[in-house]
Structures are given as structure tokens and as C-alpha cells.
């Protein structure tokens, strides 16, 4: 039972364009959202997250949006660089509990 | 070092045997998880320590796997009677407390190869 889902396995873009990520879930307790970068051979490193009570967080190039009605969040980041080229994990968790649900990832690619 | 360290990085280990594998949480972090990654697969919870509270064991996959916080720090993960099913990345995390608002932080994580 698969309750954080995201169904692009990658994404290649364009340096300079807009890198769009997506993520569905299931669970309607779930109320905090994060996603998390990782580099091959590295732990993943937490990039941005969003509470239901929003439906906008911006940090820097990085921006997420939830459609609760939808149970959707997607990432954006612009403009993309190099550097950015990683696989993206969408979390999610529960109010009262600490453990994350994480969808299988988005490896995405910056292409020059 | 200021991150999440875990040891060993990598481990090769016969079907059948036990291993034990450490994490050594930022220092001050209250919070400590266990995750492990399948190959293609995303990080799948396996059990959360808060202080000196009763560990969330939920996610443990089997009663071969268990863990134990020593002094509200350094964890160790022990796998018994390795299957080769058990064959993934288990990643450490830590946070300052229990608050959601604290992102966990993780370790690069030691890859576990089951023959």
C-alpha cells in the first residue's frame, strides 16, 4: 500500500528552465509535507516543507504547492542548474506521529 | 563531525548471520530514526527513539530486526539470521526534538549486501 506516490521516476530539464516534481498521496491524516534531495552515496538532505495549513511554501529557487483537495504537492525549482540534477523524495507524516512516509523518488536531470 | 554518522558504510555478510549496525546521532539531537531503502524502492520506516521514552517499533519488518539507544545517544541496528530479502540501505536520522517543524537529518547511510 503504496500511501505517498510519485509516478515520474525521472525528469530531464534544461538549465535555466523551470523543474517541476510531483507527488500524490493517499492518507487524508497526513498534514506535513517535506521533500528531500539526495546525491548518490549521501544520506538524503531536507529542502523545503509545507504544513495542510498552507498551500504555498517559497524558500529561495525552491517553491512547494499543496492541493489537499487533489491530495497533491508538487516542487518547483527555477531557475534549475546543474547542481540540482539528484533524486527528489516526496514525505509525508501524520499530526502525532514523527515517523515519515516517503514516495520511491524522481531522479531528475539538469541538462546544460 | 557535525553530521550523522554511521559505520560501517558498507557490510558483506552470508545468509544466516547477524550483523549490528551503528548510528552516532548529531550531538543534542533528542530524536533518532532507522530507515531502510530497497533498491527503487523509497526509504521505509523502521523504528523512532525520543528520549527516554518507549520506542516507536512499528516499522520493524520481522522480529529478527530490533534496536536499542544507549545513553540517549549512539543506536545500534541488529539484524539476525540475515535473509537476503534484508539486502538494502539503512539510512540513520536524527532531529533536535520530537517537534515536525525539525527536519530529520540523515546519515549517508550503510549499505547492507546479504549473499
Known amino acids: 500500500d503504496q500511501q505517498v506516490k510519485q509516478n515520474s521516476p525521472s525528469l530531464s530539464v534544461q538549465e535555466g528552465r523551470i523543474s517541476i516534481l510531483n507527488c500524490d498521496y493517499t492518507?487524508?491524516?497526513?498534514?506535513?509535507f517535506l521533500w528531500y534531495k539526495k546525491y548518490p552515496a549521501e544520506g538524503p538532505t531536507f529542502l523545503i516543507s509545507?504544513?495542510?495549513?498552507?498551500d504555498k511554501n517559497e524558500d529561495g529557487r525552491f517553491t512547494v504547492f499543496l492541493n489537499k483537495s487533489a491530495k497533491h504537492l508538487s516542487l518547483h525549482i527555477v531557475p534549475s542548474q546543474p547542481g540540482d540534477s539528484a533524486v527528489y523524495f516526496c514525505?509525508?507524516?501524520?499530526?502525532?506521529?514523527?515517523?515519515?512516509?516517503f514516495g520511491q523518488g524522481t531522479r531528475l536531470t539538469i541538462n546544460p | 563531525g557535525a553530521g550523522v554518522s554511521q559505520s560501517p558504510s558498507n557490510k558483506v555478510t552470508e545468509k544466516g548471520k547477524d550483523v549490528e549496525l551503528r548510528c552516532d546521532p548529531i550531538?543534542?539531537?533528542?530524536?533518532l530514526y532507522w530507515y531502510r531503502q530497497s533498491l527503487g524502492q523509497g526509504l521505509e520506516f523502521l523504528i523512532y527513539?525520543?528520549?527516554?521514552?518507549?520506542?516507536?517499533k512499528s516499522g520493524l519488518p520481522s522480529d529478527r530486526f530490533s534496536a536499542e539507544r544507549t545513553g540517549g545517544s549512539v543506536s545500534t541496528l541488529t539484524i539476525q539470521r540475515t535473509q537476503q530479502e534484508d539486502s538494502a540501505v539503512y539510512l540513520c536520522?536524527?532531529?533536535?526534538?520530537?517537534?515536525?517543524?525539525?527536519?530529520?537529518?540523515f546519515g549517508d547511510g550503510t549499505r547492507l549486501s546479504i549473499l
Open positions: 550531538s543534542g539531537h533528542t530524536a
Open positions: 509545507i504544513s495542510s495549513i498552507k
Open positions: 527513539f525520543q528520549g527516554n521514552s518507549a520506542p516507536d
Open positions: 492518507n487524508s491524516m497526513f498534514d506535513y
Open positions: 514525505a509525508a507524516s501524520e499530526e502525532g506521529a514523527q515517523k515519515l512516509v
Open positions: 536520522a536524527s532531529s533536535p526534538g520530537a517537534g515536525r517543524g525539525q527536519p530529520q537529518h
